[in-house]
């Protein structure tokens, strides 16, 4: 794929104005999204990450348009598997909802310019060895491995050797100061928690980064897609983290549907030489996944949103452990 400098140009300066817009000026305050905000927000983002391949499409043909799509549901679905990461940190290291604004728009910002790096380094290590492609594969396959032998994603702050590392440098202080994320006490110069969160959230995107990038590049090596796939996933993160992450619970299958993915992904870069899978079939292999993976999460939790209803409304009436239930009348038998 072909692609002038022009446009180039034109699409690192849109997604700077529109980072701008989001970070600087819609939400320039340090304040908790509300949900309904935050659905409306992540609607306009996903909109416009998907009027991109529309574009795609009238100036480069389906082929392109299909190679993009399949990258931005990857990485899409990646970042919402790493919200639920983000959120673990911000409860480690003891950080509000209030202050979490700074974290995530600095955090989407280094996002961005490691995605960039690692793109720019992959894109020169397939185009200058062939076997790349397959190293690419067996990484995909072994991320697939981890996410099905572990489950939920795990992190551990604590063992993070940046932060040990701060911690030698910069004495880190128990308590907030508000959005600071340095402080002088006695004339010592301390890192406060909210650096500290923000470290872990740079340096656990830099896995992130490792995941992602084979993931896309087994869908196309046309380094312009690659960079517009992830720049549109990651616009508009923080609405989206505002949306679910608290309801883990509501994505119990999102783990199963991205070890699958990346499962036949790495399966379909291994096979390269092979047997070269159409874009259409991965496209839709993604989207299928991505279905099902959602369609039973939902299925799974239907009935969560009402029993913790019933739980805040009438905890006396329910039911203790262990006691038996009327058939009909679905009541405790206790006492009868």
């Known amino acids: 794929m072909d692609v002038s400098p022009i446009a180039w140009i034109a699409l690192i300066g849109f997604i700077v104005v529109v980072l701008i817009l989001d970070l600087f000026v819609f939400h320039r305050k340090a304040a908790v999204i509300p949900v309904k905000e935050a659905a409306a927000w992540s609607a306009v983002w996903v909109t416009l990450g998907l009027s991109f391949a529309a574009l795609l499409y009238l100036w480069q043909g389906h082929v392109a348009a299909e190679e993009y799509l399949a990258g931005y549901l990857i990485e899409k679905s990646l970042s919402v598997d790493n919200i639920f990461v983000f959120a673990l940190i911000f409860s480690y290291f003891g950080i509000p909802d209030r202050y979490q604004h700074r974290v995530l728009m600095l955090g989407i910002i280094g996002a961005l310019l490691m995605r960039g790096l690692f793109i720019a380094v992959g894109a020169a290590l397939l185009d200058a060895f062939h076997v790349t492609i397959y190293v690419f594969g067996a990484l995909l396959l072994l991320t ?111 783990q199963t549907g991205l070890c699958v993915i990346l499962l036949g992904i790495g399966v379909k870069l291994l096979l390269t030489d092979i047997y070269k899978v159409p874009i259409w079939l991965s496209l839709s292999f993604i989207i299928t996944v991505l279905a099902v993976t959602f369609a039973v999460s939902w299925y799974e939790t239907r009935g969560d949103r009402g029993r913790a209803k019933r739980e805040e409304m009438h905890p006396e009436e329910l039911p203790d452990a262990g006691d038996e239930l009327h058939p009909e009348t679905g009541h405790s038998t206790k006492g009868a």
């Open 144 to 254: 697939a491995y981890k996410v099905l032998r572990h489950g939920a994603a795990q992190v551990r702050p604590e063992r993070n050797i940046v932060l040990r590392g701060l911690r030698k440098i910069v004495p880190v202080t128990d308590e907030l100061h508000g959005q600071r994320f340095f402080i002088r006490s006695k004339g010592v110069l301390m890192a406060t928690p909210l650096f500290a969160a923000l470290l872990v959230v740079e340096t656990t995107d830099v896995v992130f980064a490792v995941d992602s990038i084979p993931a896309i590049f087994a869908v196309t090596e046309a380094t312009f897609i690659v960079f517009a796939a992830n720049a549109f996933s990651l616009l508009g993160m923080r609405a989206l983290y505002f949306l679910i992450s608290g309801a883990a619970r509501r994505f119990r299958r999102l």
